[in-house]
């Protein structure tokens, strides 16, 4: 693997890292949010889902416009102004200007979240698009597990608001990098043919393709589960089970360990035995064990002990679930790059912030209503890869045995 493999790697991973790093980082802070700011649960909550909105929907435009324009412009503009939304959360007087503050820091999050995949289709197809994929999945994945334990020190020594500092300096840091360590990727030639209304083309045209829709929604319900622990685990993990942040934050990071560990693997396991047949093995390892997880639980038996190990090995198989059916998406629509990876974002966040929504109506401070949603995802999931990956052309040939 050449060193230039490894930069371009490094580099996209850290500038997909910046949106879910103002996330796991804030997630030790909500209940200190609330009591700082005289907000609710509900409203705290709302404080999260809006940013999850916002980086999910905002894709829908970077992504053409990465088309147009190449890759590079949106992501200085959207570093900008997630670093505005940044400064403006830290200082926001109110719950009312903490959301709205957030949701723009999420349309800037957009673009390190769509620009980075097209980067990847520009470079690459095939197993070695997993391979990159997997490799900026290692360095988007240091998020979950070192953001928690940073931020909880961070909170513990100068408060919440200290947080939205640091992300802000994180995002001038990946301006600097973007700017020295990466080069465009999109020639202007490739652009002529791009526009808005190509782009319009490009939705519609995708919107019909099964395939695509199939595999966008099987890592998006897998996504979903993910979202619904985000927006839940906190208050369950700290008040109903007295973790302390601090301890909340490792128990969290160990989940991103598994499913890190397992996205690694996706490069080999892709040459040995084609994407499709990973996709299948484990989607329905997750679904087998959230359901586990789900009939324990129904069982009356509340310990974190359970809770812990099964999402652990569950958490290890979405690892393998999302690199790999990102590429098969991916694979026939390297002209509509940008596009294509917009779609995709757009819809695995608009599925991921309903699961939220509908998981927050159920939430009651017990782990029984997050590990319904958890699994619901996952068995739908495995319902849409059965589907999907029954019907779909291989994108990419297994090798001959």
């Known amino acids: 693997m050449s060193p230039k493999f490894l930069r371009i790697a490094v580099v996209l991973g850290l500038l997909s890292a910046i949106g879910p790093f103002a996330i796991d980082m804030y997630l030790p802070a909500l209940p200190s949010i609330g009591q700082d700011l005289h907000a609710g649960t509900a409203a705290v909550q709302m404080s999260l889902l809006i940013f999850f909105l916002s980086m999910g929907f905002g894709q829908i435009v970077v992504g053409p416009i990465s088309d147009m324009v190449g890759r590079k412009a949106p992501l200085y503009a959207g570093l900008a102004l997630f670093m505005v939304g940044g400064v403006g959360s830290a200082m926001a007087p109110n719950i009312e200007w903490l959301i709205a503050f957030r949701f723009l820091q999420g349309l800037g999050a957009s673009a390190g979240m769509a620009v980075p995949r097209a980067i990847v289709r520009d470079l690459h197809t095939g197993n070695e698009a997993a391979k990159l994929m997997s490799l900026l999945m290692l360095v988007f994945s240091v998020s979950p597990i070192l953001a928690p334990l940073t931020g909880s020190q961070i909170i513990e020594r100068f408060g919440w608001r200290a947080v ?238």
Not at 270 to 283: E, S, T
């Open 164 to 401: 939205f500092w640091t992300v802000t300096g994180a995002a001038a840091l990946a301006t600097i990098l973007l700017a020295t360590s990466l080069k465009e990727t999109r020639p202007v030639e490739e652009r002529a043919g791009s526009s808005f209304g190509t782009a319009l083309a490009g939705y519609r045209y995708l919107m019909g393709d099964r395939n695509f829709l199939g595999l966008v929604a099987i890592a998006g319900f897998g996504i979903a589960s993910f979202f619904v622990y985000l927006s839940s685990s906190s208050f369950i993990l700290i008040d109903h089970y007295g973790l302390s942040p601090s301890v909340y934050s490792v128990f969290f990071s160990i989940n991103a360990v598994a499913f890190i560990g397992m996205s690694q693997l996706t490069g080999m396991l892709a040459d040995r035995f084609g994407l499709k047949r990973v996709v299948w093995v484990a989607v329905t390892g997750y679904a087998t064990v959230m359901v586990a997880l789900f009939a324990i639980m129904a069982a009356g038996v509340d310990r974190l002990d359970v809770l812990a190990a099964l999402l652990f090995v569950g958490y290890g198989f979405l690892g393998l679930v999302i690199p790999t059916t990102s590429v098969l998406a991916m694979e026939e629509h390297g002209e509509i790059a940008g596009t294509a990876s917009a779609l995709m974002g757009t819809l695995h966040f608009a599925i991921g912030a309903l699961a939220m929504g509908v998981a927050g109506i159920f939430f009651d401070g017990t782990p029984l209503p997050m590990v319904a949603g958890i699994t619901l995802c996952a068995v739908i999931s495995f319902t849409l890869a059965k589907l999907t990956l029954g019907r779909a052309r291989e994108a990419v040939e297994a090798p001959a045995e």
